[in-house]
């Protein structure tokens, strides 16, 4: 039997662990606010912010005394009773947003997941069985449960585990003319991201989605809006479909809302929410009490001015810099994104290495991410400290230059 705090190290990775993943090298041991370290003591500044999840960085006050209080009150008690963390989460959630009613899970994927089994079982009561058909964006990532790779356009996520989820079509992303085609009165949602995160950290155009809202609204086919990466606070508002004007009928959000702490939401009306009636749908941790408690103290400090306008701040500080160096070194050729996600566009000669300016850049002790192979993307916590941005773009800085004279 092992020790409580055995020796552990990467290579037990390769040996325990399924190897479903391929982490770095390094350990991380210990995060406070952007810098991270690992088991050797080697302090790295975090600009991946757990992918878009850490969003106000490790181990930040408000969550710290949030989760640590809850805890020694009440864990766990299931949904056959309901909880106050849970209320309040939901009324502050329905209080900062269009919708009125809230469903509590665990990831993002789930809350897909329910996302699309609302509109599917909406479509059956209002329409009955011929009306169940959706339609996604192409590279668009929507969670890794069966159906939510079968709605996910990325046939890498999707093929290889036999038959998928009937009734799902693609388009590319931002091709209105292409939704118009694909859209009938069989269509029961249209599900998008307002920024395609995983997919390479694409805008979308205000026209695609004002299009597709009143697409949807000719065919009596509701919009899902997945902001499990754009949400909560990252693009400089709250949401990032407001940037745009244009209002779902179902809004998903994960990652950011919990801060680390794992908790997911599906937001929608009454209307809709009234066809998930008891016994419908469910999960045993949704609205978990911990969850819930940290989820509040993020939004208490995300869904401020304050915050939110840093976030604006920040990008500007993080654009120009990462513009300058794009040029100087021909690495990028664009630099694209809305608030605290940003993404790198590869130049034509580095196309496909994204993986290598991750490795370069944890060379010089920097943490960032990739979205798919051609963009190098940064998601770090809304509220990092401007030295920490320095330090990074300093870093950053140094593995594009060993990697570019390389
Ligand atoms: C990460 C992500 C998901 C999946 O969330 P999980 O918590 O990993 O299940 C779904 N949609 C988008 C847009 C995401 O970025």
Redesign the pocket.
């Known amino acids: 039997m092992s020790a409580p705090h055995a020796q552990v190290e990467r290579a037990d990775f390769d040996q325990f662990m399924v190897p479903n993943y391929a982490p770095a090298a390094f350990i991380p041991v210990r995060g406070q606010g952007s810098r991270v370290w690992d088991q050797s003591g080697r302090e790295l500044v975090d600009f991946s912010g757990g992918?878009a999840v850490n969003v106000l960085g490790h181990c930040h006050p408000a969550l710290v005394g949030a989760l640590t209080e809850q805890a020694s009150k009440l864990w766990h008690v299931s949904n056959v009773f309901t909880n106050e963390p849970t209320l309040r989460l939901a009324q502050k959630l329905v209080d900062a947003t269009f919708a009125e009613r809230v469903f509590f899970c665990n990831?993002?994927?789930?809350a897909?997941e329910a996302a699309f089994k609302l509109a599917r079982r909406v479509a059956h009561d209002r329409f009955g069985d011929e009306k169940y058909e959706i339609i996604a964006a192409l590279n668009s990532?929507?969670?890794?449960t069966l159906f939510t790779v079968s709605v996910g356009g990325q046939a890498k996520y999707s093929d290889g585990f036999g038959p998928k989820i009937q009734g799902i079509s693609h388009i590319p992303f931002n091709d209105l003319d292409a939704l118009r085609a694909a859209i009938s009165d069989r269509t029961c949602a249209v599900v998008l991201?307002p920024i395609q995160?995983?997919g390479g950290v694409l805008l979308a155009e205000q026209s695609f989605l004002q299009g597709a809202r009143e697409l949807c609204d000719a065919h009596n086919a509701l919009l899902i809006f997945?902001e499990?990466?754009s949400g909560m606070g990252r693009s400089g508002e709250l949401f990032a479909h407001t940037h745009f004007g244009v209002t779902p009928d179902i809004l998903t959000s994960?990652?950011s809302l919990g801060g680390g702490f794992p908790i997911?939401a599906m937001l929608t009306t009454t209307d809709l929410a009234k066809h998930f009636s008891v016994g419908v749908h469910g999960t045993t941790y949704g609205g978990n009490p911990l969850a819930c408690a940290v989820g509040c103290a993020v939004m208490d400090v995300v869904n401020t001015r304050e915050t939110l306008d840093g976030v604006k701040a920040r990008h500007q500080r993080f654009r120009t810099a990462l513009e300058r160096i794009g040029q100087q070194y021909g690495l990028f050729s664009e630099v694209r994104g809305l608030g605290l996600l940003i993404g790198c566009v590869l130049a034509d000669a580095w196309k496909g290495k994204a993986k290598d300016v991750l490795v370069a850049a944890e060379k010089e002790a920097l943490m960032v991410l990739q979205a798919g192979p051609d963009v190098v993307r940064f998601a770090p916590s809304l509220v990092i400290e401007e030295a920490d941005i320095d330090e990074g773009l300093a870093r950053f800085e140094r593995a594009v230059v060993k990697l570019t004279s390389a």
Do not use: P
Not at 107 to 110: F, I, L, P, R, V
Not at 141 to 144: A, L, S, T
């Open positions: 992918i990831s993002g994927a789930e897909n990532f929507h969670g890794r991201e995160g995983e997945d499990v990466q994960a990652k997911a």
